[in-house]
């Protein structure tokens, strides 16, 4: 295992340049630092109650910059703002207006799907208005007709899951401010401060307050709303994440690797909000990140020991996907998502010593190997964790209500079912994940396939398990036991197992070159 500095290497610097993220016309200097757009705040506005406050620290002043007209305006304060929505009535109504070509639970799989658009010769964009979308260009299909004739021909190809969403719009958000006592609201702020903090409240009551470092925009995204977002440092953004993402009391070899791979996702993953004019959001679907209020001594000494590093493959940054547990075994990328498999994302069994399962001798695709597998319970490095493994009984009524809700989101005709009559598991994957698990229903019989599973039903929390039909004394079922193990998707490391590992007195580069083999 090497531990690659992404500032001496050309071909990595190439790459930052066509990500948008270093100055195509001059390399990467040694103090020069990436600066990322996030997302802190995505849909301001969506909610006429919200409120949003930016205050200076202590002893500081608020730069801001915006346009009235065309006349760009400055002022300085050294006294809070704070941003209202007020709805403004239209004139006349407004149609807003989009083609949908899919809805998705992750970014991974509506990246999958809009690649496969492409490849027929239809431009689209990845959005998130709630759940992950796949719309047609707005720009190239900007017209009702021509958004028409793309879902007809479409529909002709023999596919259902285009749709279009039509608003009829009668009054819009728009955002406003007071400074010295006069009013302001135009589309774009910018917010500067002298110390370069920014103190953040959000939520109704201005209750969550954290300071950020860096520069403030608030701008409209795709939705009719507004983002505000944080252009920060790339090692500022990741002392935000560290603190958020294993926390302040991991071992300093866990910190170290969890830096370095925290570093490695946000470069690798700059465009997934392209079409928001941003490139990262700040929670669960991409880090974790809040800023510097939690930052600690003991996560800073990790970002600092790694300075500068990220990991590569065939000198290329990786696809550094992590979860908290994975339930004894990683998953390739193809258990969880569709799309191609990376070499350096495949199953590893996570303990310290590999003589617990043998996955060349005892595939977990057999469904016997399985549950014997997720019967297992010592020697893994999770074992001592309580999500390690988990059985979680659920009544049919509270199962039927909730694959309802996620089929009605998706827009499937199965979404009127009223009874399920019987559920099994179809498919799996060399590493255990469920890929395919059939429902029958009074309508008729349909499947859900990989990382949907843990959207459709509320007592999973991987695809890392099996079902057992519950009667419980009633002649018809009860319920279902879903018996299963881990913590989110299992692709990467494991941030419970890299701690155990690190306890053991493995190293980052070791612990790095575990869960991601083949890497630098």
Same mark, same amino acid.
């Given at each position: 295992?090497?531990?690659?500095?992404?500032?001496?290497?050309?071909?990595?610097?190439?790459?930052?340049?066509?990500?948008?993220?270093?100055?195509?016309?001059?390399?990467?200097?040694?103090?020069?630092?990436?600066?990322?757009?996030?997302?802190?705040?995505?849909?301001?506005?969506?909610?006429?109650?919200?409120?949003?406050?930016?205050?200076?620290?202590?002893?500081?002043?608020?730069?801001?910059?915006?346009?009235?007209?065309?006349?760009?305006?400055?002022?300085?304060?050294?006294?809070?703002?704070?941003?209202?929505?007020?709805?403004?009535?239209?004139?006349?109504?407004?149609?807003?207006?989009?083609?949908?070509?899919?809805?998705?639970?992750?970014?991974?799989?509506?990246?999958?799907?809009?690649?496969?658009?492409?490849?027929?010769?239809?431009?689209?964009?990845?959005?998130?208005?709630?759940?992950?979308?796949?719309?047609?260009?707005?720009?190239?299909?900007?017209?009702?007709?021509?958004?028409?004739?793309?879902? +007809?021909? /479409?529909?002709?190809?023999?596919? %259902? @899951?285009?749709?279009?969403?039509?608003?009829?719009?009668? $009054? !819009?958000?728009?955002?406003?401010?007071?400074?010295?006592?006069?009013?302001?609201?135009?589309?774009?702020?910018?917010?500067?401060?002298?110390?370069?903090?920014?103190?953040?409240?959000?939520?109704?009551?201005?209750?969550?307050?954290?300071?950020?470092?860096?520069?403030?925009?608030?701008?409209?995204?795709?939705?009719?709303?507004?983002?505000?977002?944080?252009?920060?440092?790339?090692?500022?953004?990741?002392?935000?994440?560290?603190?958020?993402?294993?926390?302040?009391?991991?071992?300093?070899?866990?910190?170290?690797?969890?830096?370095?791979?925290?570093?490695?996702?946000?470069?690798?993953?700059?465009?997934?909000?392209?079409?928001?004019?941003?490139?990262?959001?700040?929670?669960?679907?991409?880090?974790?990140? +809040?800023? /510097?209020?939690?930052?600690?001594? %003991? @996560?800073?000494?990790?970002?600092?020991?790694?300075?500068? $590093? !990220?990991?590569?493959?065939?000198?290329?940054?990786?696809?550094?996907?992590?979860?908290?547990?994975?339930?004894?075994?990683?998953?390739?990328?193809?258990?969880?998502?569709?799309?191609?498999?990376?070499?350096?994302?495949?199953?590893?069994?996570?303990?310290?010593?590999?003589?617990?399962?043998?996955?060349?001798?005892?595939?977990?695709?057999?469904?016997?190997?399985?549950?014997?597998?997720?019967?297992?319970?010592?020697?893994?490095?999770?074992?001592?964790?309580?999500?390690?493994?988990?059985?979680?009984?659920?009544?049919?009524?509270?199962?039927?209500?909730?694959?309802?809700?996620?089929?009605?989101?998706?827009?499937?005709?199965?979404?009127?079912?009223?009874?399920?009559?019987?559920?099994?598991?179809?498919?799996?994957?060399?590493?255990?994940?469920?890929? %395919?698990?059939?429902?029958?229903?009074?309508?008729?019989?349909?499947?859900?396939?990989?990382?949907?599973?843990?959207?459709?039903?509320?007592?999973?929390?991987?695809?890392?398990?099996?079902?057992?039909?519950?009667?419980?004394?009633?002649?018809?079922?009860?319920?279902?036991?879903?018996?299963?193990?881990?913590?989110?998707?299992?692709?990467?490391?494991?941030?419970?197992?890299?701690?155990?590992?690190?306890?053991?007195?493995?190293?980052?580069?070791?612990?790095?070159?575990?869960?991601?083999?083949?890497?630098?």
């Amino acid at each position: 295992m090497k531990i690659f500095f992404w500032r001496s290497s050309y071909k990595l610097i190439t790459t930052l340049c066509l990500l948008g993220l270093a100055a195509a016309s001059e390399p990467v200097s040694k103090n020069q630092d990436v600066k990322l757009q996030i997302g802190i705040v995505q849909r301001f506005g969506a909610k006429p109650t919200a409120k949003l406050e930016l205050a200076p620290t202590k002893g500081d002043r608020l730069t801001l910059k915006f346009a009235v007209g065309s006349q760009p305006q400055m002022l300085v304060t050294d006294k809070p703002i704070q941003l209202t929505t007020v709805m403004q009535p239209l004139t006349q109504p407004a149609v807003q207006e989009v083609l949908v070509l899919g809805d998705f639970r992750t970014f991974e799989t509506a990246e999958d799907s809009a690649n496969r658009w492409r490849s027929q010769g239809i431009e689209v964009e990845i959005t998130q208005p709630e759940r992950w979308q796949v719309w047609a260009k707005r720009e190239v299909y900007s017209t009702p007709l021509i958004r028409r004739l793309l879902l +007809q021909s /479409i529909e002709t190809s023999g596919d %259902k @899951t285009a749709y279009l969403a039509t608003n009829i719009l009668q $009054q !819009v958000p728009k955002i406003t401010w007071s400074v010295n006592g006069k009013n302001y609201s135009p589309n774009n702020l910018e917010v500067k401060a002298g110390k370069d903090l920014i103190r953040v409240s959000t939520d109704e009551n201005l209750k969550t307050k954290r300071v950020y470092a860096g520069q403030m925009t608030l701008q409209p995204n795709a939705y009719g709303h507004y983002t505000l977002v944080n252009t920060v440092p790339l090692e500022t953004y990741v002392r935000g994440v560290l603190p958020h993402e294993i926390g302040t009391n991991a071992p300093m070899a866990a910190l170290e690797a969890q830096a370095i791979i925290a570093r490695t996702y946000a470069l690798r993953n700059v465009r997934r909000f392209a079409a928001d004019n941003y490139q990262l959001c700040a929670d669960t679907h991409c880090q974790v990140y +809040q800023g /510097i209020s939690g930052v600690a001594k %003991k @996560t800073d000494q990790a970002i600092v020991s790694t300075r500068g $590093q !990220v990991l590569t493959y065939n000198n290329e940054i990786v696809d550094a996907l992590y979860s908290s547990t994975t339930g004894g075994v990683t998953a390739n990328f193809s258990d969880i998502w569709n799309g191609e498999d990376r070499p350096y994302l495949k199953p590893v069994i996570d303990a310290p010593n590999n003589n617990i399962w043998d996955l060349s001798s005892q595939d977990l695709a057999n469904e016997q190997n399985f549950q014997k597998f997720i019967n297992l319970k010592t020697g893994f490095n999770e074992s001592k964790w309580d999500v390690f493994r988990w059985n979680r009984e659920t009544d049919i009524n509270r199962i039927t209500t909730d694959l309802q809700k996620f089929l009605q989101a998706k827009k499937s005709p199965y979404s009127k079912f009223q009874k399920i009559q019987a559920m099994s598991v179809v498919e799996r994957s060399s590493s255990g994940r469920i890929l %395919k698990l059939a429902i029958k229903t009074d309508i008729g019989v349909f499947t859900l396939q990989k990382d949907e599973i843990r959207s459709a039903f509320a007592a999973p929390i991987s695809t890392l398990f099996y079902i057992q039909p519950l009667n419980k004394g009633k002649t018809d079922i009860w319920g279902y036991a879903f018996i299963g193990g881990g913590l989110g998707h299992g692709v990467g490391l494991s941030q419970t197992g890299a701690q155990n590992l690190a306890k053991l007195g493995w190293s980052s580069a070791k612990i790095l070159d575990f869960y991601y083999p083949g890497t630098e």
